[in-house]
């Protein structure tokens, strides 16, 4: 009999790539799927007849265990989240019911509907945010810095209090930024290699960011989710810090994105500080060690080829929309 999985957050970058390999792997997957006027579905493209969405909601106990019963699953991945770190400014009490909360909620549930289940909880860098260390482990003690990075560290660490407190089979994976042509064309990686498609083609002229001097680990999303499925293979639940072990700034990432579409970034960047963040995270950079000796896990794309592709699928879906 296949495995069954349920992955909260399916319709997002890692939960499309995550459920494709979950399908090649021969799993029954579901995915949660919260009602809205509008139900954007894009990314997960051609798999769409091959997984079973159920209507639930983070924020809706009992609709969280109505999805359990319903799929039967052996593994849930909790991917589902307020990701965006800006918008847990303005939205920190959001933030903080679906991102913390909702958490609770999903093993409340598990705990309820059927204790063997597996869970992997979707913990963040975010949370080391004014770093006690470098590079960071699992071991490195937290200073979240933004609503986004609190309510994170409390979903982790209720992880943590449910494994030890009931026995679940519930982990944590740390991942360090990773981005794909997938990523939400609100976050750095995917505004900066939008707008470079953008201004090839004559559409846009300036790109305004903020902080150019931060540090990022940033790596290929489809290589994140592969760890996720093997964290969740082992006999015994443990936390993982996922990551390339190497950090490249803001600034790095605009120069090889420009470069890609053989522009000059001085001629069209302009540093806005409104968008700087209240409470900056300057410097991110893992240590997957120990993801590399258990899970034997590691980083297929390197930072060059990732801002590569990233550009050139942008700058191929640009031309699609302009002939179109």
Avoid at 20 to 25: A, C, G, I, Q, T
Avoid at 29 to 35: A, C, D, E, F, P
Avoid at 166 to 175: M, Q, R, V
């Amino acid at each position: 009999m296949a495995k069954r999985a349920l992955i909260t957050g399916i319709t997002g970058q890692d939960g499309s790539y995550l459920a494709e390999l979950l399908l090649e792997k021969g799993y029954d997957v579901y995915g949660l799927l919260r009602r809205s006027s509008t139900t954007r579905l894009e990314r997960l493209g051609s798999i769409q007849d091959f997984i079973t969405l159920l209507s639930g909601d983070l924020l809706d106990s009992r609709s969280l265990q109505h999805v359990l019963e319903v799929s039967q699953a052996d593994e849930v991945y909790n991917l589902a989240a307020q990701s965006f770190v800006p918008e847990s400014w303005t939205q920190p009490l959001l933030t903080g019911e679906v991102t913390a909360l909702g958490v609770t909620r999903m093993l409340d549930a598990i705990h309820a509907v059927n204790p063997k289940i597996r869970f992997y909880q979707a913990s963040t860098s975010e949370m080391f945010g004014k770093v006690q260390a470098v590079p960071q482990s699992e071991s490195t003690p937290f200073y979240p810095r933004s609503p986004y990075g609190v309510s994170k560290l409390y979903g982790h660490w209720i992880t943590v209090n449910y494994r030890e407190s009931y026995g679940l089979y519930a982990c944590s994976g740390i991942l360090f930024n990773h981005e794909s042509p997938r990523r939400g064309l609100e976050f750095v990686t995917r505004k900066v290699t939008r707008a470079v498609a953008r201004i090839q083609a004559g559409l846009q002229r300036e790109l305004r960011l903020g902080n150019l001097d931060a540090q990022r680990d940033w790596g290929y999303a489809p290589d994140y989710v592969e760890a996720m499925w093997r964290m969740l293979q082992l006999d015994a639940p443990q936390d993982f810090v996922i990551a390339t072990g190497e950090t490249h700034s803001v600034q790095a990432f605009v120069e090889r994105a420009f470069a890609a579409a053989h522009l000059d970034w001085h001629d069209h960047v302009v540093v806005d500080p409104t968008l700087v963040r209240p409470a900056e995270v300057d410097l991110l950079v893992g240590d997957p060690t120990r993801a590399r000796q258990i899970l034997e896990w590691q980083p297929s794309v390197n930072f060059e080829a990732l801002v590569d592709l990233m550009v050139k699928a942008d700058i191929e879906q640009v031309n699609r929309l302009c002939e179109s």
